[in-house]
């Protein structure tokens, strides 16, 4: 079945305690994006990979890091976690083409809690 | 640069009623449109997508959408709402190219009242 996988679902953490959640996707897809989804804000893009080892900023960075070493697997990494990094996390996947924006499939989501 | 309006944060409508969620987009050159659903603890999916092709696209479950050039409009309609229509809704915008960056709505809740 082809589909985008995270984990963990659910995290509760201390600020300052570093953690990654993790992102696989088995469609072989170029194209590999973190978003976060808060209440009023839909979701903002957090940062984006068109292939392995590219990467880049998407609207809120701050605060992240992460790594495409292979095809598959997208991690995100929060080195120092903060409060304010609550939130409601979707790793998502597409097809990159030329001439068409690609349709995005996305995780289940990861919901973080920083204490 | 582009930008998206969903002129509703909330909608309510009548089990077997249309649905009508509003969206207005902004950019500076042809854009791709689609409409994402997600219902309650889960991830988003697909309803319908706009790529310079036909102005009115049909989607899964009933819906559609019309891309209105002139009116900068791609609101998604369905004849008659069911209960498991109620969901948050996404209109999100992009260039023609997968290159180019997505950007989402805030959302639209729908509820359907029995």
């Known amino acids: 079945e082809a589909q985008v996988t995270q984990n963990p679902r659910y995290l509760i953490t201390v600020t300052g305690k570093k953690l990654t959640v993790t992102c696989s996707q088995n469609?072989?897809?170029?194209?590999m994006s973190w978003y976060r989804q808060d209440p009023g804000l839909g979701l903002r893009q957090i940062y984006y990979s068109m292939n392995v080892e590219v990467t880049d900023k998407g609207d809120v960075p701050e605060g992240y890091k992460v790594s495409r070493k292979e095809k598959r697997n997208f991690p995100l990494i929060l080195e120092s976690p903060s409060p304010n990094q609550t939130s409601l996390y979707f790793c998502a996947s597409s097809e990159i083409r030329e001439r068409e924006a690609g349709t995005q499939y996305f995780g289940p989501g990861t919901r973080l809690l920083v204490l | 640069a582009q930008s998206v309006t969903q002129l509703d944060s909330h909608v309510s409508v009548s089990e077997g009623t249309p649905v009508l969620l509003r969206c207005n987009y902004s950019?500076?050159?042809?854009?791709?449109l689609f409409w994402y659903v997600q219902h309650p603890n889960k991830g988003l999916q697909l309803l319908l997508k706009y790529t310079s092709a036909a102005t009115l696209v049909k989607g899964i479950n009933g819906f559609e959408a019309e891309f209105k050039k002139s009116e900068t409009s791609f609101h998604l309609t369905k004849p008659s709402a069911h209960m498991s229509d109620a969901a948050e809704y996404f209109c999100v915008v992009s260039g023609l190219s997968s290159y180019d960056k997505v950007i989402f709505g805030p959302g639209t809740s729908l509820s359907v009242i029995p």
């Open positions: 469609m072989n897809h170029e194209y």
């Open positions: 950019s500076s050159y042809s854009p791709s």
